[in-house]
């Protein structure tokens, strides 16, 4: 069965300063990955999305990811952080075989002046 | 519609009762999606709908858990005699097509709290 583990329940950071939420998947095929941000409040929103074309993948926001075989890893990283970046960021794994997106337990990003 | 609907955005009812939430997902998608979400969990898989049948009703937590969808579209989410440990926020999404590179859109959701 496919999962996805997200490291860090929480993450803080100065503004202005990079951003690493990080994601370990696991599964035996090529899966399909996503990130999904969730600001208080408001509903869910995809960041982007691996679609094998592409190994470093670029999203909203000036987010990016990259995809890691080796390493099974699809870590979210932003160069700059900025105070409206704060949320719940979510690591998502699809299901080969029944489409489930089974989600990670989530890491909360804080981002302080 | 422009985006996944879902009502009623908020529902208070009495332990022991019944609810039905209901979502409407973007128009002409295929997959449909429900998911609870606690506070301060991550989200939890219910159910998956592919056109009117569902493939994988794995994650319905017990036989209390019910859902339907009619014409391919809307989907109800029924809940019998509710708990207290059903309070959460109910998400549903939508994709359109079956696909592991699908994007799926995701409702405001449902805050369900049972007192």
């Known amino acids: 069965a496919q999962s996805v583990t997200q490291l860090d329940s929480h993450v803080s950071v100065s503004e202005g300063t990079p951003v690493l939420l990080r994601c370990n998947y696991s599964s035996s095929y090529s899966p399909s990955l996503f990130w999904y941000v969730q600001h208080p409040n408001k509903g869910l929103q995809l960041l982007l999305k691996y679609t094998s074309a592409a190994t470093l993948v670029k999203g909203i926001n000036g987010f990016e990811a990259e995809f890691k075989k080796s390493e099974t890893s699809f870590h979210l990283t932003k160069p700059s952080a900025h105070m409206s970046d704060a949320a719940e960021y979510f690591c998502v794994v699809s299901d080969l075989g029944t489409d489930k997106l089974i989600f990670g337990t989530g890491t909360r990003l804080q981002v302080f002046p | 519609g422009a985006g996944v609907s879902q009502s009623p955005s908020n529902k208070v009812t009495e332990k022991g009762k019944d609810v039905e939430l209901r979502c409407d997902p973007i128009s002409g998608h295929t997959a449909l999606y429900w998911y609870r979400q606690s506070l301060g969990q991550g989200l939890e898989f219910l159910i998956y709908?592919?056109?009117?049948?569902?493939?994988?009703k794995s994650g319905l937590p017990s036989d209390r858990f019910s859902a339907e969808r009619t014409g391919g579209s809307v989907s109800t989410l029924t809940i019998q005699r509710t708990q207290q440990e059903d309070s959460a926020v109910y998400l549903c999404?939508?994709?359109?097509?079956?696909?592991?590179?699908?994007?799926?859109?995701f409702g405001q959701g449902t805050r369900l709290t049972v007192v």
């Open positions: 709908f592919q056109g009117n049948s569902a493939p994988d």
């Open positions: 999404a939508s994709s359109s097509l079956s696909g592991v590179y699908t994007e799926a859109f």
